[in-house]
């Protein structure tokens, strides 16, 4: 795998094409623009976060064959028959658990994610929709810890940089089984737990891509460990 330079302009003028011409005879006619300025520059920069993530948070991976997504969407439950997504997105994920999303015990774990489409990149990470089990093992963990999951996402320099939590999914009431005036009631009501900054184009194009990457997975790595912890999932201090 060649070292990661950066992603050109071409790649942003593939995904507006797929985007203007989303069927299959427009994608194979530029198939080759697909492989030489997307999926080839984002294996790339998979193996070089994965180099970087062993000094900010050993425990989380990243493999080009599991960490890229697949452009080809999934139409067998959607409306939208399109067969392409619009964007490339990555996924740096748990070595304990890989990318077995299927885990009824604690889905895919908390990670890092990357999203690449133009006017819309952005980095960030968490844990999206999980399971109930999972969902159960970190309500769990947010009453057994109320006090250091607030220390995490209410720091004023994790606020700064991501905000706040994606509210995509969340409850008008509280799940059934806790008082309506629960100490940890606003964080109960969350059925995904993540965060996230936006990316400029620029930056997307930049070949500093992975340092700033490492910066921000840097700063969200306690916000990941605590989610990983609530699910069994322990921080690692080495890749050995």
Not at 103 to 112: I, K, L, N, T
Not at 216 to 235: D, E, I, Q, S, Y
Request: hydrophobic share 40%; net charge positive; with cysteine.
């Amino acid at each position: 795998m060649d070292s990661f330079t950066q992603f050109t302009p071409k790649a942003f003028t593939f995904l507006r094409g797929i985007k203007k011409n989303n069927r299959k005879e427009w994608f194979e006619a530029h198939r080759a623009q697909y492989e030489q300025e997307l999926k080839a520059p984002l294996a790339a920069l998979i193996e070089e976060m994965d180099v970087q993530l062993a000094t900010v948070a050993p425990e989380i991976v990243g493999s080009p064959k599991k960490s890229a997504f697949r452009i080809h969407r999934d139409v067998r439950f959607s409306k939208d028959k399109s067969p392409y997504k619009t964007h490339v997105a990555c996924w740096f994920f748990h070595r304990d658990i890989g990318t077995r999303m299927q885990s009824d015990a604690v889905h895919g774990g908390a990670g890092f994610y990357l999203h690449v489409s133009p006017g819309e990149c952005f980095c960030g990470g968490g844990i999206w929709m999980p399971p109930r089990p999972a969902l159960n093992k970190i309500r769990q963990a947010l009453v057994d810890d109320l006090e250091g999951w607030e220390a995490i996402v209410g720091d004023k320099a994790f606020r700064r940089r991501f905000g706040d939590l994606d509210e995509e999914g969340m409850l008008t009431r509280l799940p059934r089984g806790y008082a309506v005036d629960h100490p940890a009631g606003d964080w109960l009501r969350y059925q995904s737990f993540t965060a996230g900054t936006p990316l400029t184009d620029d930056e997307v194009l930049s070949p500093k891509l992975p340092i700033l990457l490492a910066r921000h997975f840097r700063a969200m790595t306690p916000f990941v460990r605590w989610l990983n912890l609530a699910l069994g999932l322990r921080p690692h201090t080495s890749r050995l």
